[in-house]
């Protein structure tokens, strides 16, 4: 069982709908992060977090500590916002990552 | 700010002949810079750890002479696949942990070998 696990694996939407991405992870961590890596493979930081929520414009990220599970929300989706959203976990400081979720949103 | 700048982006190399790949921190000092390897629709992989002025650590079955990296000052860490072959094809990124950076970690952009 990999310690860390994303859902889906694949997610289509359409623009505008409301997306959820899912993270559960098995080991204790001192932070999680949540990635997005584009086509050419370019990987962005969105969020770092330890607990409670952050947002940071049509992003939404949660984490629950006890329940060892966070979620990626992106509001009011767009085309732009197709990617790879990579969860990872920081543990013995060193980060595992999830398999990823590859978005598409369609015009 | 806390980027990272890796080069080259892509390279075609013959298969026995080196390839080095750069990653400089141009606004934060890195003591320390991770290595990965990613396979196409696979996560990353941690390759190796490389800290400033001491050997890097490898992960088991990572092959040090093979990968050689050398983190020979605070702004600069490279990697050298050295007598590569098309198995070696993939993609590599490095990455540093930023003390105050709100983001933790800062990811180069990658660089995409192909040995042919």
């Known amino acids: 069982k990999n310690e860390v696990e994303q859902s889906p694996q694949n997610l289509t939407a359409q623009e505008g709908e409301f997306i959820t991405i899912n993270c559960s992870y098995s080991v204790g961590i001192s932070a999680l992060h949540w990635l997005q890596q584009h086509p050419g493979g370019g990987i962005v930081s969105l969020f770092m977090?330890?607990?409670g929520k952050k947002k940071h414009g049509r992003l939404i990220a949660t984490i629950n500590i006890q329940e060892k599970h966070s979620s990626l929300h992106i509001t009011a989706s767009h085309p732009r916002d197709s990617a790879v959203y990579i969860c990872a976990v920081i543990s013995a400081r060193q980060l595992t990552f999830g398999s990823g979720t590859q978005l598409t949103v369609l015009p | 700010g806390a980027v990272v700048s890796q080069h080259p982006s892509w390279v075609i190399c013959k298969s026995g002949t080196s390839v080095k790949i750069e990653c400089r921190s141009l606004d934060f000092q890195a003591t320390t810079m991770f290595w990965y390897r990613q396979f196409p629709k696979q996560s990353l992989m941690l390759m190796a750890t490389s800290n400033e002025g001491s050997k890097a650590t490898y992960e088991q079955g990572v092959e040090k002479d093979k990968f050689l990296i050398n983190h020979a000052s605070l702004t600069l860490s490279t990697l050298t696949v050295t007598s590569a072959h098309p198995e070696d094809s993939s993609f590599y990124i490095c990455s540093a942990r930023v003390r105050g950076f709100n983001y933790g970690y800062t990811f180069g952009s990658g660089t995409r070998l192909t040995v042919v």
């Open positions: 977090l330890s607990s």
